[in-house]
């Protein structure tokens, strides 16, 4: 089985920084995307970030600029660096990875249990 487990969570003021993993573990053979989502209460979760297999991020507009998605492939490891926090930053995020189980099996999205960030004074 695949496990996705997050950390770095927390409460910051707003202005503050935040750098939350993401290592995947089990039995992989690849990992292709991996991402960032987040879901405010009453909202939809959202993408914040993704960033595909050759390292090319794409950002949410609302955390361009401010956020910073990077990965290491051979800790199977995706991380999110979150610069100039915002109130509005507030949600639980979710880890993401489309991986594949098998060479020629194709590939499946895994997501982790989430892990609340709280941008507070």
């Known amino acids: 089985q695949v496990q996705l487990v997050e950390s770095g969570g927390g409460l910051v003021q707003p202005g503050g920084s935040l750098r939350l993993s993401c290592a995947a573990s089990?039995?992989?053979?690849?990992?292709?995307?991996m991402g960032w989502y987040r879901q405010a209460p009453g909202k939809q979760r959202e993408l914040v970030a993704r960033?595909?297999?050759?390292?090319?991020?794409v950002y949410a507009d609302s955390v361009k600029g401010r956020f910073t998605i990077s990965r290491d492939n051979a800790k199977n490891t995706v991380y999110l660096l979150m610069n100039s926090l915002r109130s509005e930053d507030t949600a639980v995020y979710y880890c993401?990875?489309?991986?594949?189980?098998?060479?020629?099996?194709?590939?499946?999205?895994?997501w982790g249990q989430g892990t609340q960030v709280t941008v507070s004074s």
């Open positions: 993401n990875a489309d991986i594949s189980l098998r060479a020629y099996g194709g590939s499946n999205d895994y």
């Open positions: 960033i595909s297999i050759d390292d090319n991020p």
């Open positions: 089990g039995e992989i053979y690849f990992i292709y995307d």
